[in-house]
């Protein structure tokens, strides 16, 4: 079975940019979360959803990010216009469902982005 | 607010036993998981203790004091590819906070 499936797996762009980041979550998993790693600040959750609904996206940094799920099997996360400090490796995970199963999720290979 | 605490690196000789500790803050807390991460790869799932006590997976075990807000993973038999980042994280009223991670290096 395929696990979570992200795409592109590199992406390098100039400020000002529109970024789109993609995800596929391991099918039958209702859970979703997308994060974000750097050096400086770690493994961060940027927002979750459950059955394609958004729940917590607290941890988006700025209006410049936006996430959607318009079905249970995509989702999308785009910052416009981009900045060089968004650069980051973003990561997609999907777990079965809520409560206990938040505890193992799934982790899609990453996205490295590179804003110059 | 929730926040983990665990050493940012641990060298460790071949075969040998390392413990590597995770202390929380929290709200609201559910349970702790480990995850290990290899250099340019993505997390994976190695554990989870929603209760005190340990947990073994063949060579890896966890364990949890939530009285003592404390947990630690133990790694025995250490070989080289057991060489990565080792994150401890929590599950409360977010679904999981991630600690810094711990950077384990394995020696011959």
């Known amino acids: 079975d395929a696990g979570v499936i992200q795409s592109p797996r590199h992406e390098v762009t100039e400020m000002g940019q529109e970024v789109t980041l993609r995800c596929k979550p391991i099918?039958?998993?209702?859970?979703l979360f997308w994060y974000r790693q750097t050096m400086m600040r770690g493994l961060e959750l940027l927002i979750y959803?459950?059955?394609?609904?958004?729940?917590?996206d607290s941890g988006m940094p700025e209006d410049r990010f936006s996430a959607k799920m318009p079905n249970a099997s995509f989702s999308t996360l785009k910052i416009q216009p981009s900045e060089p400090r968004d650069s980051a490796v973003y990561f997609c995970?999907?777990?079965?469902?809520?409560?206990?199963?938040?505890?193992?999720?799934?982790f899609g290979p990453g996205t490295r982005l590179t804003v110059l | 607010g929730q926040s983990l605490e665990q050493p940012s690196e641990v060298t460790a000789v071949e075969g040998a036993i390392v413990q590597i500790n995770c202390t929380y803050q929290?709200?609201?807390?559910?349970?702790l998981s480990w995850y290990q991460q290899h250099d340019g790869g993505a997390p994976t799932f190695l554990s989870y203790?929603?209760?005190?006590g340990l947990e073994e997976t063949g060579r890896f075990s966890s364990f949890l004091s939530r009285s003592d807000s404390y947990g630690y993973l133990l790694l025995q038999e250490l070989q080289m590819k057991d060489s990565a980042s080792y994150f401890c994280?929590?599950?409360?009223?977010?679904?999981?906070?991630f600690g810094k991670g711990t950077r384990l290096s394995v020696i011959a």
């Open positions: 099918s039958g998993h209702n859970s």
């Open positions: 203790n929603g209760l005190d």
């Open positions: 995970a999907s777990s079965p469902g809520g409560g206990s199963s938040y505890n193992e999720q799934f």
């Open positions: 929290t709200s609201g807390f559910y349970g």
């Open positions: 959803f459950n059955n394609n609904v958004p729940i917590d």
């Open positions: 994280a929590v599950s409360g009223n977010t679904p999981l906070v």
